[in-house]
């Protein structure tokens, strides 16, 4: 399954991503992604899903979301978006939150859009 427009993938991601389960989420990475987290840089789909499963783990009945998605360029190729990320759920028995602001780049590729880099950081103090 191919997505039309990068929005498209960046809904099906933030959806997707709460069921914890990378596979579910390889339609829409590129596999050659790369993600800078404060847990380090993950470059291509093994160590993306290292990085996710280790985070999930650790975080009992998460929910994840994007508020403020600000679409910087789309060239019908290459896209970008910039947004906060929030997240919830319980972590060593206590319930906990957080979030910050993310970066997600996109590419057209043959089967759709997909992808590329994420970036995701604390709030700034």
Known sequence: MGFASPQAAMRFYSEVINQHLFDALLQVLSDDVVFWFNSGSHRGIAAARL??????????????????????????SCACCIYRFRWQGIVGGAPADGGGRGTTVLRRETAGWVIIHEHLSADPK
Do not use: H, P, Q, V
């Not at 499963?53 to 060239?75: A, P, Q, V």
């Open 51 to 76: 990085a996710f499963e280790t985070t999930w783990s650790g975080i009992d009945d998460e929910r994840y979301w994007l508020e403020d998605m600000n679409w910087l360029s789309d060239d019908g």
